[in-house]
Nanobody, 118 residues
Framework: VQLQASGGGLVQPGGSLRLSCVAS????????MGWYRQAPGKQRELVAD???????TYADSVKRRFTISRDNAKYTVYLQMNSLKPEDTAVYYC?????????????WGKGTLVTVSS
């Protein structure tokens, strides 16, 4: 499974960005997809994830500001980020879990940088 993320960039505080991540390759069996982020000097943390059925999980710090969604037919996951704050600055990584027969494995994209600054 290969994950290609896009949509990062520089935005002012209070602004919005939309991240997208497309899975390709052996996509059959992908279950949960999500976004993690890693700020300088900090550990990677979960931002949000979503199951195939549409159940979502959010970090407390992004609730009511970020919305995760997915298109199962396109193996694509989105992260709509509103009311961005400087503390949202980080590299955002797409994640996908694939469960099929003997395999239960997580895959990672290369990351896209989000910078929130005036």
């Amino acid at each position: 499974v290969q994950l290609q993320a896009s949509g990062g960039g520089l935005v002012q505080p209070g602004g919005s960005l939309r991240l997208s991540c497309v899975a390709s390759g052996t996509t059959f069996g992908i279950t949960t997809m999500g976004w993690y982020r890693q700020a300088p000097g900090k550990q990677r943390e979960l931002v949000a994830d979503i199951t195939r059925a549409g159940r979502t999980t959010y970090a407390d710090s992004v609730k009511r500001r970020f919305t995760i969604s997915r298109d199962n037919a396109k193996y694509t996951v989105y992260l709509q980020m509103n009311s961005l704050k400087p503390e949202d600055t980080a590299v955002y990584y797409c994640n996908a879990r694939r469960v099929f027969l003997e395999e239960d494995k997580e895959y990672w994209g290369k990351g896209t940088l989000v910078t929130v600054s005036s």
